[in-house]
C-alpha cells in the first residue's frame, strides 16, 4: 500500500483537477480535505474490503464534521456505478481497537454527504447515502481524538452495482505464494479493474501479490489484461499469475 502514498499529494491534487478544481479561500473542510492523504481511486466497486490500510504515521489534514479528531487520515475517490442507496463502513472481523470516523464527502465541492463516529456498538463507523449514478465521493477515513491504526473499508450497495467477482490473493514474506496465503473478493468491471482495486485492497501484513481469479468464468477480456498487467494468465483456472509459477490456486 505504500505505493499509493508515496505520490499522494501529485494524485490527490492532479483527480481534484479533473473534477473540478476549488478556488482558494473556498469551505474551509473543503480546502482541508483536498490535501488529505490519498489512499487511492476506487473506481465504482463494491465489496468486503474494498480497501485495507493503516492511518498510523500519515498526516491530519481532513477535520470530521460530526467529531473532534485530531488524527491522521486517509482518503478515497469512489464513483457510484448506478443509483440507489450504498452504505460505506469500517465495522468488520478486523481484531482493532482504531475509534475510527468515517467522513463521506461530494468530490467536487468537498460538503460531507454523511459523517459518523461509532456504528452497531463499536468505534467503528458506518454511513448509508442515497446516490445517483456517476457521482463521485471523497471517503475520508480519520480518527477519533488522536486515534490511528488499521483497517478495512468496505461498500456495499442494493442499487444495481454491476460488475464480476474476482478473487485477490496474497502471502507473507519468503512463503513464494506457495503457503501462508490469504484471499479477498472484490467486484470489478474487468480484469484491469480487478487488479487495481487488488493492489488498494491488499492487507499490509501480506506483501507478496500472488493473483487475481475470475470467479464468474472466463471473460473475453480476462487474458489480454493479465498480460497488460505484467501477469501469467492460467486458463485452467481463469487466473492471472504475479508471483513464481504456481501462485494460482
Not at 448509508?128 to 486515534?147: C, E, H, K, P, Y
Not at 499490509?204 to 501479490?209: A, C, G, I, Q
Amino acid at each position: 500500500m505504500i505505493r499509493y502514498q508515496v505520490f499522494a499529494s501529485v494524485t490527490w491534487g492532479a483527480l481534484l483537477c479533473l473534477g473540478g478544481c476549488l478556488e482558494p479561500g473556498s469551505d474551509e473542510d473543503s480546502v482541508q480535505v483536498e490535501q488529505a492523504s490519498f489512499g487511492g481511486a476506487l473506481g465504482s466497486i463494491v465489496g468486503n474490503p474494498v480497501a485495507s490500510n493503516n492511518t498510523t504515521g500519515l498526516t491530519n489534514d481532513n477535520q470530521p464534521t460530526c467529531a473532534s479528531s485530531n488524527a491522521p487520515d486517509l482518503g478515497y475517490s469512489w464513483t457510484a456505478p448506478s443509483s440507489g442507496t450504498f452504505t460505506f463502513s469500517t465495522v468488520n472481523t478486523l481484531t482493532t481497537t482504531y475509534d475510527t470516523v468515517l467522513d463521506i464527502r461530494d468530490f467536487n465541492t468537498g460538503i460531507s454527504l454523511g459523517c459518523n463516529d461509532d456504528s452497531s456498538g463499536t468505534l467503528q463507523s458506518t454511513v448509508s447515502l442515497n446516490l445517483t449514478i456517476g457521482q463521485t465521493l471523497r471517503i475520508v477515513v480519520d480518527g477519533f481524538g488522536t486515534a490511528s491504526g488499521p483497517f478495512r473499508l468496505s461498500i456495499a450497495g442494493n442499487g444495481g452495482a454491476v460488475g464480476r467477482n474476482y478473487s485477490c490473493g496474497y502471502a507473507l514474506a519468503g512463503f513464494g505464494c506457495n503457503n501462508g496465503r490469504a484471499s479477498t473478493t472484490v467486484v470489478s468491471a474487468n480484469m484491469t479493474a480487478a487488479i487495481s482495486a487488488c493492489h488498494i485492497a491488499q492487507p499490509p501484513n501480506l506483501p507478496d501479490f500472488c493473483y487475481v481469479l475470475d470467479r464468474d468464468g472466463l471473460a473475453a477480456t480476462d487474458a489480454s489484461q493479465c498480460g497488460t498487467a505484467g501477469g501469467s494468465w492460467r486458463p485452467g483456472n481463469n487466473c492471472c499469475n504475479f508471483f513464481g509459477s504456481t501462485s494460482c490456486p
